[in-house]
């Protein structure tokens, strides 16, 4: 069982395994809704049991499909998305797990929009330019599975 709080802390966070994926996007949408590539770990949704007082953002992504976006209602730190596109799927702020897990991707997507003083992770497999290629994240997201 890990716990995660957000930044006052009362919204809290309960996962029973460990992430799925530690991924980036590079996206135009993530780097103005989170001030720069968003790093998360992927999770499946029925791991994740959260507390506290929340509500959730939904936009539409690169994809063209819904992303939902929570987020503490005191002060306001984001704590996970879930995209419509990966069903069951929830991608948590890499940010809240930082004492559990040191963030290594293994997958970045969106690579073409990568801020250009940013290099390529070491521990990248595989670069997506765009994430047309959903389905082949999702297949590899089987095959990577981080989990320990
Ligand atoms: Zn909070
Ligand atoms: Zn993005």
Redesign the pocket.
């Known amino acids: 069982m890990k716990t995660a709080s957000?930044?006052?802390?009362?919204?809290s966070l309960e996962f029973k395994h460990d992430p799925m994926m530690h991924f980036m996007c590079h996206c135009e949408d993530c780097e103005v809704l989170f001030n720069g590539a968003f790093r998360g770990f992927a999770y499946t949704e029925i791991d994740l049991e959260l507390k506290?007082p929340h509500d959730t953002y939904s936009y539409e992504g690169g994809s063209g499909s819904l992303l939902h976006l929570t987020f503490?209602k005191?002060?306001g730190?984001n704590l996970f998305s879930k995209p419509d596109l990966l069903e069951g799927l929830v991608y948590v702020f890499a940010g809240l797990m930082k004492e559990h897990y040191t963030f290594e991707p293994k997958v970045e997507i969106f690579a073409h929009n990568r801020l250009p003083w940013v290099t390529r992770a070491d521990s990248v497999v595989q670069t997506y330019d765009h994430n047309g290629t959903i389905e082949r994240v999702s297949e590899l997201l089987e095959n990577i599975d981080q989990r320990g």
């Open positions: 957000c930044f006052c802390g009362q919204c506290g503490c005191n002060c730190m």
